[in-house]
């Protein structure tokens, strides 16, 4: 079975600054897609970023990029110019390529603070 | 341009009591799911339907029961509500099919059972 952990529960950054989450993930399958999530407080899960499996570039979405290590089993997301308005909980998410249905299996998601 | 869009936002049962949480989306999706939420467990799928006329079990789907009305709606049923499905409720909808597309969520139920 896949597993997703993402092992920093919070996080904080200061505004303008970087931050780097962190996410590992358990898979037997070679293909596979990764997505980050953004959940502010408002509850609603908004996709920041997605990464297919059989992609070696990293994805990139304008201050937000990932750095996908395949044979570590690693997705890590890092924020550029942290604003504001990136605080939020964060999770990062697997699904089976082979698959037709988009079922996810989600990270325990990672709380991000931004002090100004 | 709703999406998905999830009723109530809000409730308190009592042990016991039953409810039903509604779930409908507009993008013409063939795939449904009910995910919930909790404090340091992130999301977890509790049924799915991958298309019209078909419903499966998640990881964690005791204690529930779905409905996949028709393409739109997929509801989820509390049969005898337990203090622990006390959470936030989530109905998400995708396309079919292998492509990397993204679950669209809804705003989210927070269920309270007491």
């Known amino acids: 079975a896949q597993t997703v952990t993402q092992s920093q529960p919070e996080m904080s950054v200061q505004e303008a600054e970087t931050v780097t989450l962190s996410c590992t993930y358990d898979t037997s399958e070679s293909d596979y897609y990764l997505f980050w999530y953004k959940q502010p407080p408002s509850r609603q899960m908004i996709l920041v970023i997605r990464q297919e499996a059989y992609k070696q570039q990293n994805a990139t979405e304008n201050r937000f990029s990932v750095n996908f290590q395949k044979a570590a089993k690693s997705f890590s997301l890092k924020i550029s110019d942290s604003q504001l308005g990136d605080a939020a909980m964060y999770f990062c998410a697997y699904r089976n390529a082979y698959s037709n249905t988009g079922k996810l299996i989600f990270g325990q998601g990672t709380t991000l603070q931004v002090k100004p | 341009n709703a999406g998905v869009t999830q009723t109530p936002k809000f409730q308190v049962l009592k042990t016991g009591q039953s409810m039903t949480l509604q779930c409908a989306q507009d993008m013409n999706h063939n795939s449904m799911y009910w995910y919930r939420q909790d404090p340091g467990m992130g999301l977890r799928l509790i049924y799915y339907s991958a298309s019209e006329g078909t419903t499966d079990k998640g990881e964690v789907p005791n204690g529930y029961n779905v409905s996949r009305l028709n393409k739109r709606e997929f509801s989820l049923r509390l049969e005898s509500a337990a203090p622990s499905q006390t959470s936030v409720y989530f109905c998400?909808?995708?396309?079919?099919?292998?492509?990397?597309?993204?679950?669209?969520f809804g705003q989210g139920t927070r269920l309270t059972v007491v």
């Open positions: 998400a909808s995708s396309p079919w099919g292998t492509a990397p597309t993204e679950a669209f």
